[in-house]
């Protein structure tokens, strides 16, 4: 958020904080952990992806580890092959 985007500009840090704050009271914050871990491995199993990628991977190794299904993102050619797993929703 306070990083320099081709579609926006960088948040100050005030900013930036107040967005994450209005996000977490009103969104569950999936928390990482061992059924993540073990999910992630599973997925390494499965699919194959390497370098930012494991970024991606490790998003849906905590949907699924814990029970969510659907994904919000302008990015679905990131999380296509991945499709077989979860929803992709683009807004």
Known sequence: MTRPQVSAPPLSLAEATADTDAFSR???VLEDGPL???QLLAL???FSF???QVYDTNIVATMLA???TRLL???H???RRFGSLIEIVTP
């Open 26 to 28: 009103r969104f569950t």
């Open 36 to 38: 993540v871990w073990d």
């Open 44 to 46: 390494s199993r499965r």
């Open 50 to 52: 390497s370098g930012r």
């Open 66 to 68: 814990h029970g969510e």
């Open 73 to 75: 993102t302008f990015n």
């Open 77 to 79: 050619s990131d999380f």
